[in-house]
Structures are given as C-alpha cells and as structure tokens.
C-alpha cells in the first residue's frame, strides 16, 4: 500500500496518536482503568481511544480480538492496531529463561525455540514480540539477568542474532517481528540495582555492550526498544548520540524505535526535563517514534510544531514507521494479523513443541559438583525429594508470557514418571522466600530423609524473587535453606542439590555438603522430565555457563573477560597488600564463565596452528583434537580464547573468539578447529576505530574460560 499517501490523508491528532503504545486494560476496562481514572491522568478524551497506534500485553487471544474488532469499526483511516507481547522465553510452551538457554551454547536450539513461541503467539494474532533482550549482565545482583544471555559479547551477538532470525523468519504465518532490548547498556546498571545509572566510556560500550544489539540490528530486528538508564548522563530514550549517530546513522537502522514503560515520562525525575512538554521535545529530537505508557507526545508535539521546536516531517517519518511496520505484519490485509484459534489449540502445548521445551531445559541445565553420585540408578530403592520446589509448576519462572503452572511438569512429577519402581517421599521442608525464617517444616523433612536412599533438594529463589526490579544485595541461599539442608546432612550424607535460580548464586556452603549440584534455573513448562532425564543419566549435563557464579557477593561484577591490572594477582591462595586483590577471600569466582561438568570427560590436545604468523589480509587455522576419554556418550562445548599481549590500550587476559558443540561417543575423538583473521583480533584502539593491530597473540582452546597452556602466533 501507499504508506505515504494515507499519511497525508490523516490529521494531525490522528498521527500523534499512532505513536502511542497502551495496555490493552485502556481498552478493555478492566481492572482499575477507567474514564475516572489512569485515562483521564493521562488526557485521553473517549472518544480518540480509536485512534491509539499499538497495544501492549493483551490477556488472551479473546481479548485481543474484542480490541481489535471494536478498533477497526471506529478508526478513520481504517488503520489497524498492532499488538505487542512480551514473548520472552516461550509463549505458552515455555522454555527455559534466557541465560538458561544461552548456557546451552547452542543457536540452533536457540533458533528453534524461537521458531515454536513465535507460532503460538502469531496463531494467537500476536505480531510483535519484546525481544530478544541481548543486555550484557555482569553483575548477579541484577534481577534481569535471567533475561540476558550472560556476560560475553560474543555469545550474546550469535544468540541475538539466532533469536531474531528464529521470530521474524520470512515473516510468514507463523513468524512475529522482534524488538530488540534496551538499547543501550542497561546490564551495566551500578550495583546491580535495575533502572539506576550507567556511567562508561565510549571503548567499553563499543567493544563489550554495543555488538549484541549490532547482531540483532543485522539480523533484521524490526523494533527496538530503548532502555531506562542514563548512559554519559542522559537518558537512553533521549540520547541522540545512541539513537541518531550510532543506531540510525551507523549501523543504518530504518525500523521503528520505542521506549520503555513510561520511560518519556521519567525524563523529569532524571532532571534532564522540567515537564512533559520539554520531554517530548528531547525524545523526539532524539529520534523516539513511539511512546509506550505516556503520553507527552499527543498532549504537546502540536504546540512544539507551532513553536518550530519540532518539524511536522519528524512527525511523519515516525508515523511512517509505525504504519510501515502495521504493513509488514500483514494487519492491514488482516487485522487480527494471523490469528488461528483452531490451529492454535493444535500447536499450543503439542508433543512437539513440549519435545523442543524439554531439550532447551536439559541442554541449558549446568552440572556445577559431582562426586559420581549422578547419574542415580533408576532401580535405586528409595528418594527423598525435599524443597520449595519439589512439586511447584511456578518453575516456568518470570516473564512466562501466556505459560501456566498447571501446564508444568514438576520435579515430582518427572521423577515419578521415569523412578516407576522407586519409592519416593518429599516434603516441602522450607519456603523459597528470601526473607523466609519458617523452620516449622524442617523436621518432618528429616525424617523422610533419615528412611530414604538418596536426597534430592530443590532449593533456590523463590520464582518472583528474580527478573524486573528484583535487585538483590545478597545471592547467597536464606539461612533457612541451609538450616534444611545441614539438618538432613546429619541423618543422609547422599545429598543431590537441584539449584533453582535467575541469577548466578553465591553459593560456597553447597560445595560442603551436597554430593552434587545441578543448576536448572527456571526451565519451563518441561522441567520436571528434563531433570528426570538428567538425574537419571538418560540425558548427560551438557551446559556451560554463559554467567560467571561469584565466590562471593563483593566481587560482583565479576567476568571473565577483565584486564590484568598493573598489579596482577601471583596467587589466589595468598594475601596481598599491595596486589589487586582481596585480603579476605579469592579474586577468582566460584564457577567461572562456560564452566560445566558432564558425566563423562574429555581430554584436549595441545592446539595445533597452521602457520605461527598471521599476514594482513589472511587467515591461519588453530585446531585440537577432542577425545571422549569417559564410559559414555556425552556432549563437550569447545570453546576458543584469544588473548592481545600488547595492544595501543589495554586488553583483557581472554575474549571468547569462538565454540562449538561436540558429540563423541566413549573413546571417540574428533578435530576441531577455528578459523582466525583480522577482524577475529580486531578492537577499538585509542582512535575509536576498529582494527587488528600487529603484534603477538596467545590462542587458549578448552572446555571453560580457565583454560590456560596457549599456542602463540604474530600478526604482522
């Protein structure tokens, strides 16, 4: 259609109003939405509810259609909304959170999940999904980690870009557009603590913060979304330098650019804006088509445009963006987009989008200790399943979309299904809350635990303890857990813990007593026979973590991916004064970055180069020979390093190059190898532009970010 002619047909108040995003409550009346209420806050006459652009979150696909329907027979311009919903790991079949999944290593499994949820959703005539979320997380303090796909740019950019591709497809009946998030740099919030402020250099955002987006952009993200934080001082939603000069100047990023809930708004809290007209005027000048939950745009943009502070065309680029996406979605053509009630009741929670839940969750699961307690024996006589989460469908975690807890398959669940010969007693024992102090339970958990072969303890957050808003001082586990887990210690020494998490844990004390500890995060609607599978061995731990576990709470941020400092730690064991370090405890993390156990093992041969200088223009090739030295088949992520010895700045002691996921049976071996070029060393110098410099590098192959024993090649 012709986007530009219906623009000049439409009036002014009808354009203002597409570039507002509300919750579908405005629209529906429920709740506390009402003409007395939020919508008279916000200004909003009854009657130009019809000329609103989009709407966010609806509650069912019912609800969707009322909209929807009642919108089209009121609007003027015949212009349809767009509905958008946060499908962030799943849409009623739900896989595992988001750093979950990216513990997978895997982007195909990526993709294919993202494939499934965008098909439920669309069927439900949902057109845009808020994702992915591609923030970097540094810091475990920081509620939306489970988001995130961890701490390294690298992985992140391969995940973004698979997610993306995996929604939007060829945007077909079953694909949905994506909205990349928070642009820019929101995982670097101080303290971990969300929506706070972000302060750092041009290099750093550059080089480890912008290139998830970057991917995302590339692979053809549709939306964008900005974040809360300041970055240099001024709001991201406002922030011409990240929207204007990088994003659309750049990276040449055409599509449609939103803000976060009430983000405009907040620019006065923030101290850059001292009301809402002078905030719509910096968002707009900043290149901010759509609002999302305020509405400074349709209460001022008309008297900015009589004031020459914003130009009418500014107003129409946004609008074209907005329609244009409404016409890649295909709502113009039909307005309930690809809505199948009838398909959807077929696809939605079917054999095989639980198969594709179930793989993500067992693929994502990181085994952190094992003293050869796992795999358990399904003829073992007895289990003692014991935990907040034991028999608990919340496991499908935050951000779960349209997922249920009644679709869930618990723990208990699982395991009955697989240890049919078995007898198996749980008991909740403690709440998951971390401010829970009831011990009431602790004792009649012993005593299952004292009659019962083998311990399993669900323990971890409490599933609303993580995502948005949910920044935590301390990530150890409540006191009451350990309460219940050092009581049980003194009656059953076979103890397994099942970790339930959002977030990295600090988590030292588990090491003491559990026999085993296996991070399952929030896996989804199949958890429970995911983590049958992996207890019972019929599945192997495969997962490596995408985010580093702190020793400690005070080392938070802490990445593997840090400088060396001018004063380097010889010895983690010792102290040192006058060191960078500690004087009372390690520099070195619990669990490192891609650090995962499996229930075989796998030896690495020393890596092989193709040639030890690397000329302008060329490529070598770094390998290494993979042997499967256990007593079964299991899957090994090899994982590339690369480390700059002298750069014209300063360079991290390792940077994630490359990985792959390898399958051997036992005494199996395989050769893997990495491509190395320029732009595989290449970094923003003292310029800001980015480029290989020449000089000597070191090559690090492993099964983890400690690997050490490097090959070495010069770049000339």
């Known amino acids: 259609m012709d986007i530009k002619a219906l623009i000049s047909k439409m009036s002014f108040r009808e354009k203002v109003y597409q570039l507002l995003q509300l919750t579908s409550d405005f629209f529906s009346g429920s709740g506390d939405v009402d003409l007395t209420g939020p919508i008279q806050d916000f200004k909003i006459a009854p009657e130009d509810m019809k000329l609103i652009g989009s709407v966010?979150?609806?509650?069912?696909?019912?609800?969707?259609?009322?909209?929807?329907?009642?919108?089209?027979?009121?609007?003027?311009?015949?212009?349809?909304?767009?509905?958008?919903?946060?499908?962030?790991?799943?849409?009623?079949?739900?896989?595992?959170?988001?750093?979950?999944?990216?513990?997978?290593?895997d982007t195909e499994l990526v993709f294919e999940c993202s494939k499934m949820a965008a098909k439920e959703a669309a069927l439900e005539g949902c057109s845009v999904t808020f994702g992915p979320m591609v923030d970097i997380a540094r810091d475990a303090r920081w509620g939306r980690a489970m988001e995130s796909s961890g701490e390294d740019p690298y992985l992140g950019a391969k995940i973004a870009e698979a997610t993306v591709k995996g929604f939007e497809g060829d945007m077909g009946k079953y694909n949905l557009a994506t909205c990349v998030k928070h642009f820019a740099a929101y995982g670097a919030a101080e303290a971990g603590m969300d929506y706070n402020t972000v302060d750092m250099s041009e290099r750093t955002l550059r080089e480890y913060f912008l290139p998830t987006y970057k991917a995302a952009v590339d692979a053809g993200a549709r939306t964008l979304m900005t974040a809360f934080n300041i970055v240099d001082g001024i709001p991201a939603v406002a922030n011409k330098h990240?929207?204007?000069?990088?994003?659309?100047?750049?990276?040449?990023?055409?599509?449609?650019?939103?803000?976060?809930?009430?983000?405009?708004?907040?620019?006065?809290?923030?101290?850059?804006?001292?009301?809402?007209?002078?905030?719509a005027e910096m968002v707009m000048n900043a290149g901010l088509d759509m609002e999302m939950m305020s509405v400074a745009y349709i209460n001022y943009l008309e008297e900015l445009v009589a004031e020459g502070r914003v130009s009418l065309k500014q107003i129409d680029d946004a609008v074209y963006r907005v329609l244009k996406l409404k016409e890649e979605c295909g709502l113009f053509e039909s307005p309930y987009g690809h809505l199948d009630l009838d398909e959807a009741k077929a696809v939605i929670l079917s054999e095989e989008h639980r198969a594709i839940a179930r793989r993500a969750a067992e693929e994502g699961a990181v085994l952190l200790e094992n003293d050869g307690i796992l795999p358990l024996a399904e003829s073992?006589?007895?289990?003692?399943?014991?935990?907040?989460?034991?028999?608990?469908?919340?496991?499908?975690?935050?951000?779960?979309?349209?997922?249920?807890?009644?679709?869930?398959?618990?723990?208990?669940?699982?395991?009955?299904?697989?240890?049919t010969g078995s007898r198996i007693e749980c008991a909740r024992g403690v709440f998951a809350?971390?401010?829970?102090?009831?011990?009431?339970?602790?004792?009649?958990?012993?005593?299952?635990?004292?009659?019962?072969?083998?311990?399993?303890l669900t323990l971890g957050e409490e599933p609303d303890d993580s995502g948005e808003g949910r920044s935590k001082m301390y990530i150890d586990l409540p006191d009451v857990q350990y309460k219940l887990l050092d009581e049980i210690y003194k009656v059953n020494k076979n103890i397994i813990v099942l970790l339930f998490t959002g977030r990295p844990l600090s988590v030292v004390r588990l090491r003491e007593k559990a026999r085993a500890v296996l991070c399952a995060w929030w896996p989804g609607t199949e958890g429970g026979n995911a983590i049958a599978n992996?207890?019972?061995?019929?599945?192997?731990?495969?997962?490596?973590?995408?985010?580093?576990?702190?020793?400690?709470?005070?080392?938070?941020?802490?990445?593997?991916?840090?400088?060396?400092?001018?004063?380097?730690?010889?010895?983690?064991?010792r102290r040192y004064n006058y060191k960078c370090a500690y004087i009372d405890g390690p520099n070195s993390p619990?669990?490192?970055?891609?650090?995962?156990?499996?229930?075989?093992?796998?030896?690495?041969?020393?890596?092989?180069l193709s040639d030890t200088v690397l000329k302008k223009g060329g490529k070598i090739t770094a390998s290494v020979e993979l042997t499967?030295?256990?007593?079964?088949?299991?899957?090994?992520?090899?994982?590339?390093?690369?480390?700059?010895?002298?750069?014209?700045?300063?360079?991290?002691?390792?940077?994630?190059?490359?990985?792959?996921?390898?399958?051997?049976?036992?005494?199996e071996s395989k050769v893997v190898s990495f491509d190395i070029d320029e732009e595989t060393l290449a970094f923003y110098g003292q310029d800001l532009q980015r480029r290989a410099e020449a000089g000597e590098f070191h090559i690090f192959i492993g099964g983890d970010s400690r690997v050490s024993s490097p090959a070495k090649f010069t770049l000339v």
């Open 380 to 419: 073992v006589e007895s289990i003692a399943l014991i935990g907040p989460h034991t028999d608990n469908g919340e496991i499908i975690g935050k951000w779960s979309c349209m997922g249920k807890p009644c679709d869930t398959v618990t723990v208990l669940e699982g395991m009955k299904k697989l240890y």
């Open 433 to 456: 809350a971390f401010d829970s102090k009831d011990e009431s339970g602790i004792a009649e958990a012993v005593k299952i635990a004292e009659r019962c072969d083998t311990v399993i």
């Open 534 to 573: 992996l207890i019972s061995g019929r599945v192997s731990p495969s997962g490596k973590l995408a985010m580093t576990f702190p020793y400690s709470v005070g080392q938070c941020p802490i990445y593997y991916n840090h400088y060396n400092s001018g004063r380097p730690r010889p010895d983690d064991q």
């Open 242 to 279: 990240l929207l204007c000069d990088i994003l659309r100047g750049e990276w040449g990023y055409k599509g449609l650019i939103i803000s976060d809930f009430c983000a405009a708004k907040e620019l006065m809290a923030h101290g850059v804006a001292e009301d809402h007209k002078a905030a």
């Open 590 to 608: 619990l669990y490192s970055f891609g650090y995962g156990l499996s229930y075989t093992s796998f030896s690495y041969s020393e890596v092989k």
């Open 628 to 667: 499967n030295t256990g007593n079964r088949e299991g899957t090994e992520t090899v994982q590339l390093y690369i480390r700059d010895l002298v750069g014209s700045v300063t360079r991290p002691v390792k940077e994630l190059r490359g990985f792959e996921r390898v399958t051997l049976g036992k005494d």
């Open 56 to 105: 966010l979150n609806t509650r069912s696909a019912e609800d969707l259609i009322a909209i929807q329907k009642k919108y089209i027979e009121q609007n003027p311009s015949g212009i349809p909304l767009i509905f958008m919903l946060n499908v962030v790991h799943g849409y009623r079949t739900v896989y595992p959170v988001n750093l979950g999944l990216a513990c997978s290593f």
